[in-house]
Structures are given as structure tokens and as C-alpha cells.
């Protein structure tokens, strides 16, 4: 199975800063076929990229996806209030399909 | 609106049975793949079944043989039937729509306890 390891756990910045988490996969993934999901306490993820850059519908364009093979990046531009939470990354590209443990953004 | 609700959660004990459902509107579940993904306290995500449009379905090691995905046609929902309940999950679970391989639609989930 592709292995997700996520960095850092955890990230400590201010609103207006920018959000760099990575997402890296123990076996290349096929196809860039690579989500990132944003969840609050309490509340169900939100899917806010998929194909490893292609925004989800609605998402503001202050998240931006990159990356291919084993490395992936998720970059949030001007920290809003409400994006502090925390992103998962998850991997479709490879059989079975698998989550990253998980980055937390805080406020700092 | 388009959404997914789930219900069927509670207390149950180590060994025992449950089903947990999930009402969809809006769309059609038949029409679309649809899993469960679970969230144990304090943890990250782990999708624990799959049923594909076309009715095929697929569970990783960890349940297999003992969850059960489903799903009512003419209810428009999805259902997990969970055998042989261990501690171990303990757990949200969370209905999903799948899109191409990414969960594009989630509910608020049903909350699971495996506890004597």
C-alpha cells in the first residue's frame, strides 16, 4: 500500500501568512491522481483539490496543489481566519487507495 | 440540495452488529460510487468500503469479511452492515460520494462505540 506522510503535524502561523504542507508517498502515484480535504472539529472534511492541482468547486484561489510522482504540495496564499484547521491529503492513483495522518494549521 | 445524512450510530458491544445508513438527495446513490470513510477519535481518515455504480464492491484487509457495504435503490441510500465489532472501531463514520477516486460529497457522519 502507498504510504502518505504528511509534514509538518503541525504549522503555528498568523492570518495573512502564507501555508506550505507537504504530502509525500512511499511509491510514485499514478496519474497525479492525488485530493486534498480541509476539516474542522466537528465537521466533515471538504474536498479542496483534486488531481493533485485542480481546485474543487467553490475553493478560493488562495489554495493552490502541486506535485507529482512522490512529493505534493499544498499552498494556502493570506491565511484567512477560517482556514485554520486541518488538511488531509489522499491518494487515488494507487491500489487501495489511502490518507495522509493529517497537518494541523494553528494560530500562532 | 445535494447531501448525504447518516444515521444509525451508537453503543454497541465487542462482538456484536450494526447498520449504518446514509440518506442521499439530491442525487442518485445508484448512479454514482459511493464509501464509507471512518475517523477513530483523535485520528485521521481511513475509507473502510466501496460500491462502485455498477454494484461492485471492495473493502480493505482490515474489515474485510466483516463490514458490508449495500445499497436501497428505491430509498436512495446507502448502507454498512458491521459484523464482529472489535474496540478498535470505535469511530465516526462518514458516507461519501466518490468522484473518479476523490470524496467529492461527505456527511456529518454516525458516531460508533465498541465498548462492554
Known amino acids: 500500500e502507498t504510504v502518505l506522510t504528511q509534514s509538518p503535524a503541525t504549522l503555528s502561523l498568523s492570518p495573512g501568512d502564507r501555508a506550505t504542507l507537504s504530502c509525500g508517498a512511499s511509491?510514485?502515484?499514478?496519474?497525479?491522481?492525488l485530493a486534498w480535504y480541509q476539516q474542522k472539529p466537528g465537521l466533515a472534511p471538504r474536498l479542496l483539490i483534486y488531481d493533485a492541482s485542480t481546485r474543487a468547486t467553490g475553493i478560493p484561489d488562495r489554495f493552490s496543489g502541486s506535485g507529482s510522482g512522490t512529493d505534493f504540495t499544498l499552498t494556502i496564499n493570506r491565511l484567512e481566519p477560517e482556514d485554520f484547521a486541518v488538511y488531509y491529503c489522499q491518494q487515488y492513483g494507487n491500489s487501495p487507495w489511502t490518507f495522509g495522518q493529517g497537518s494541523k494549521v494553528e494560530i500562532k | 440540495e445535494v447531501q448525504v445524512v447518516e444515521s444509525g450510530g451508537g453503543l454497541i458491544e465487542p462482538g456484536g452488529s450494526l447498520r449504518v445508513s446514509c440518506a442521499a438527495s439530491g442525487f442518485t446513490v445508484s448512479s454514482n460510487s459511493m464509501s464509507w470513510v471512518r475517523q477513530a477519535p483523535g485520528k485521521g481518515l481511513e475509507w473502510v468500503s466501496i460500491i462502485y455504480s455498477d454494484g461492485t464492491t471492495y473493502s480493505p484487509d482490515s474489515v474485510k469479511g466483516r463490514f458490508t457495504i449495500s445499497r436501497d435503490n428505491s430509498r436512495n441510500t446507502l448502507y454498512l452492515q458491521m459484523n464482529t465489532l472489535r474496540a478498535d472501531d470505535t469511530a465516526l463514520y462518514f458516507c461519501?460520494?466518490?468522484?473518479?477516486?476523490?470524496?467529492?460529497?461527505w456527511g456529518r457522519g454516525t458516531p460508533v462505540t465498541v465498548s462492554s
Open positions: 511509491q510514485s502515484v499514478s496519474g497525479t491522481y
Open positions: 461519501a460520494r466518490i468522484i473518479g477516486g476523490y470524496f467529492d460529497l
